[in-house]
């Protein structure tokens, strides 16, 4: 079965400064990849998502992950942080073999300091 | 747009009262989940289903049930609520080109206190 390990449990940062949310997964065959968003009191939507091809991958508000898979990782960066980017944060993968569930990691809760 | 409808934001139970969470998706997804969110433990699957009347357990299915008598229609069930499951409680579908796709569409969640 697939797991996902988010190392950061709370981050806190300063505007401007720059993010990387670590992510790793285990699972030996071909997955899918995502990062999803919860702003506070919303329900969680989508930041960005690996499938294939281009491992750096861009998404909304100026989020970006990288897929390195010799690393089993996806780690989520963004270069200067704002203030409303204040949300918990979590990685999902889902294997294209077997359940199509999605498996998430205990999240990352991000506070930006204005 | 994907609408998945949880029908109540809000609970209060008290232990050993039956619960039903009710969710429904419009867009004719075979594939629905339920998920618990808790702080520090991210969500975690607790049952799925790929098409009417199948049911899957996931990760944590213990205490809990599920009916899928309809295609949009994913309801939860908690035969005996304990304190323990006091939780956010995340419906979501999924579309059939998954492979493709695989964006999990969520609802706004339900929140269940069991006193």
């Known amino acids: 079965a697939q797991s996902v390990s988010q190392h950061n449990h709370h981050v806190i940062l300063s505007e401007a400064a720059s993010l990387e949310l670590g992510c790793n997964y285990s699972?030996?065959?071909?997955?899918?990849l995502f990062w999803y968003v919860q702003y506070p009191g919303q329900h969680l939507q989508l930041l960005l998502k690996?499938?294939?091809?281009?491992?750096l991958v861009k998404g909304i508000k100026g989020f970006e992950a990288e897929f390195i898979k010799s690393k089993f990782s996806f780690n989520l960066r963004k270069p200067s942080v704002q203030w409303s980017d204040t949300a918990e944060y979590f990685c999902?993968?889902?294997?294209?073999?077997?359940?199509?569930?999605?498996?998430f990691g205990s999240g990352t809760r991000l506070q930006v300091q204005p | 747009d994907v609408k998945v409808t949880q029908s109540s934001r809000y609970l209060v139970k008290r232990t050993g009262e039956k619960v039903f969470l009710e969710c429904v998706q419009d867009?004719?997804?075979?594939?629905m989940f339920w998920y618990r969110q808790d702080p520090g433990l991210g969500l975690r699957l607790i049952y799925f289903?790929?098409?009417?009347?199948?049911?899957e357990k996931g990760d944590i299915p213990e205490g809990y049930s599920v009916s899928r008598e309809k295609k949009e229609r994913f309801s939860l069930i908690l035969e005996s609520a304990s304190t323990n499951q006091t939780s956010m409680y995340l419906c979501?579908?999924?579309?059939?080109?998954?492979?493709?796709?695989?964006?999990?569409?969520f609802g706004e969640g339900s929140r269940l206190t069991v006193l």
């Open positions: 699972y030996g065959g071909t997955v899918n």
């Open positions: 867009m004719d997804h075979e594939n």
């Open positions: 999902a993968v889902n294997a294209l073999t077997g359940r199509r569930a999605l498996t």
């Open positions: 690996y499938f294939s091809g281009d491992p």
């Open positions: 289903s790929y098409d009417v009347k199948m049911k």
């Open positions: 979501a579908s999924l579309p059939p080109d998954y492979k493709n796709t695989g964006e999990l569409f």
